[in-house]
């Protein structure tokens, strides 16, 4: 896979990603002579450092510049978005820097190229599939549907109507079929679409295409694809195990 | 973000590795802040200047752009150091600390830029027209010449205000623009003393009430010493960059406020500010000069000071200003030397004073905001007059 980002300091380095969720502040985050973490375990040298935004002393600009003179500086940096401070220490040190690019979607340990000049983060090993998922609403209820709990991708939660795109198939054309086969509903052109939202699972990122369609009177009949239904309040979704995102589609569409 | 061919071509490493790197920095500055090119400046204030606050991460980095025959395109001046670089020993300091402070001093000055140490450049050795493009680092500094002076620069930080001095150019964004330097509330204060102190406690409760943005004061004609402690203590209890004072400040007249949040600022307001600063009543340390005494502070201190005796050995007293203003006051000086030492290119929160005391009495509204952070010190926060009443 890779992700356009935007360019923050030049240069290319690959190495294995060390991913915190939380804000970092080098000056005190590390140690800039071994290059030790200080807010858990792990070492920056020679890995690529993905985090959500710098935050803390503009001290943390030499730090980086430290790292780099003892040979301990993180192969390139990552950021969800760039702030002053590690901007001024990526470009001062040489680190290859990008942001702008979903951070949650890198794992710890994933292999990660990195291009500064570009802004483009490459994750080689990690493939990128297709999907479409519909929001069924008929009543101001949600059509959601629970997953086998030997599925083969997020089994056992709750999802809404979705399923691979095919080879020569469009998404919306995907939606539409995986309606007929998974509830037997016929529908007919989506009231809504959304630009589509990336989830991770495993080595995988699933490009989900999210339809809207409304239908009156909708009584579905599941195939074997699915254990249940139950149509649901959109404020009550997250209360039930979903696929990673499904609250969030809903919400993008209906506005909860 | 546009750039000419030049700049362009400065980018690709035509004129050098040093240039290079200034203009990398620039245009990564300028890109996450939505600058849509560079502009020229007349002038570049930088700090990151103290060992202390550097460290030798700072320290190798310029030392690498020294010998890469990196220069300073534009006047150029420094922040406040570690020490006095002359009268260190009567600070404490070690050699080892010296050693290292002075080398910093000195690849600056390899650079080409001005080694006057100081927060307070504006009072004599850098001093930007209204309207100039700068790019200045030091907040108190900083905010002091876009309010008052009506010059523009962004809050920028040592590196990239270095960059910009060695390229002459910054990026394009900001309080650069017109439309960032507009008041976005204003601040109606009422019964102010006539007295910098006063502005120091009113600096502290406006960035306690607002935190950022543009305020636009009523009731209020600082005075330059005024703006000076005004400037300081909004910058750090706040971000302030930037404010205007009615009928006062260049800009102020520019700007139609009708319609902005009133937020009122008055003797309550601005003692629940001296007390959020107060952390301890007996001082080891009384320091005076942040930012950096001007002569008026100084002749000040002097006539409160004459006649008087220093029977409190115990606590010793720093007065911190420019070399410059130190060599303009000396009869002031004869006198504030019999209670301590008038220092020249440091102060108490750059000087690593945390491994020396552990209360420090201040006037200024920004040290009692870094001190406790920076130096680990308990504050003593009261007038110059109350706080040297200690040692009569």
Redesign the interface.
């Known amino acids: 896979m890779i992700m356009h980002g935007?360019?923050?300091?030049?240069g290319t380095a690959e190495g294995e990603a060390l991913v915190l969720d939380e804000p970092f502040s080098f000056l005190g985050g590390a140690d800039?002579a071994t290059g030790d973490l200080h807010v858990r375990t792990g070492n920056l040298a020679g890995k690529v450092f993905v985090f959500p935004k710098g935050k803390g002393s503009?001290?943390g600009?030499?730090?980086?510049?430290?790292?780099k003179?003892h040979g301990k500086a993180p192969a390139a940096v990552v950021n969800q978005t760039?702030?002053?401070?590690v901007?001024?220490g990526?470009?001062?040190a040489s680190i290859p820097m990008a942001?702008q690019v979903d951070v949650s979607l890198i794992r710890e340990g994933d292999r990660v190229i990195v291009d500064g000049k570009r802004g483009y983060v490459e994750l080689p090993d990690v493939q990128v599939l297709d999907s479409a998922s519909s929001v069924i609403l008929t009543a101001g209820k949600v059509l959601m549907l629970c997953r086998p709990p030997a599925a083969r991708s997020f089994p056992g939660v709750w999802s809404l109507v979705s399923g691979r795109v095919e080879r020569g198939e469009t998404p919306e054309e995907t939606a539409r079929r995986e309606i007929k086969e998974e509830t037997g509903l016929t529908v007919g052109f989506p009231d809504a679409v959304l630009p589509p939202v990336l989830v991770r699972e495993g080595n995988t990122v699933w490009r989900v295409w999210p339809f809207l369609f409304r239908a009156e009177q909708a009584k579905p009949v599941l195939n074997r694809e699915n254990t249940a239904f139950q149509w649901v309040a959109p404020a009550e979704v997250s209360e039930r195990p979903t696929v990673a995102k499904v609250p969030d589609i809903i919400k993008l569409f209906i506005g909860q | 973000m546009y750039l000419t061919k030049d700049e362009q071509a400065v980018l690709d490493g035509e004129k050098g590795p040093g240039a290079q790197k200034a203009m990398e920095l620039v245009t990564a500055l300028g890109k996450i802040y939505g600058a849509d090119g560079l502009v020229p400046i007349t002038s570049a204030h930088l700090s990151g200047a103290s060992y202390k606050t550097i460290g030798d991460g700072g320290l190798k980095y310029l030392e690498d752009l020294a010998a890469g025959g990196a220069k300073v395109t534009v006047p150029s001046t420094l922040n406040p150091v570690g020490m006095d670089r002359t009268r260190w020993r009567e600070m404490h300091i070690n050699e080892h600390f010296a050693e290292k402070q002075l080398r910093i001093i000195g690849l600056y000055g390899q650079m080409g830029v001005q080694e006057t140490c100081s927060c307070t450049p504006y009072l004599g050795a850098n001093v930007p027209k209204c309207g100039d493009h700068v790019a200045w680092a030091e907040s108190s500094a900083l905010s002091f010449v876009n309010s008052y002076i009506g010059a523009r620069t962004n809050r920028e930080g040592g590196p990239g205000a270095l960059a910009a001095a060695i390229l002459g150019k910054t990026a394009n964004y900001g309080l650069h623009l017109d439309r960032n330097r507009r008041p976005t509330v204003v601040i109606d204060a009422s019964e102010m003393e006539d007295s910098v102190f006063d502005y120091s406690l009113l600096g502290q409760a406006v960035g306690m009430a607002v935190g950022g943005g543009v305020p636009y004061f009523t009731g209020i004609r600082p005075g330059v010493d005024e703006a000076k402690a005004l400037s300081a203590a909004m910058a750090a209890a706040g971000s302030v960059a930037l404010w205007h004072a009615e009928g006062c400040t260049p800009e102020a007249a520019k700007y139609d406020v009708s319609g902005l949040e009133h937020v009122p600022i008055g003797p309550a307001e601005r003692q629940k500010a001296k007390e959020k600063l107060n952390t301890a009543d007996e001082p080891q340390l009384i320091a005076i000069g942040c930012p950096h005494l001007s002569p008026k502070e100084m002749n000040d201190i002097a006539v409160l000071l004459k006649g008087k005796e220093k029977k409190r050995k115990d606590i010793e007293i720093w007065f911190c200003t420019s070399a410059a203003v130190r060599a303009q006051c000396p009869d002031a000086v004869k006198e504030m030397e019999r209670f301590g030492p008038v220092l020249a290119d440091t102060c108490m929160v750059v000087a690593p004073i945390e491994g020396m005391f552990q209360r420090t009495a201040t006037n200024s509204a920004k040290a009692g905001n870094y001190l406790p952070t920076l130096c680990s010190q308990k504050v003593v926060f009261g007038e110059t007059a109350d706080l040297l009443k200690v040692v009569e």
């Not at chain 1, 935007?6 to 030049?10: C, D, F, Q, S």
């Open positions: 935007r360019a923050i300091a030049p800039g503009t001290v600009s030499f730090v980086m510049y430290d790292l003179v760039a702030e002053t401070i901007t001024t990526a470009v001062i942001d």
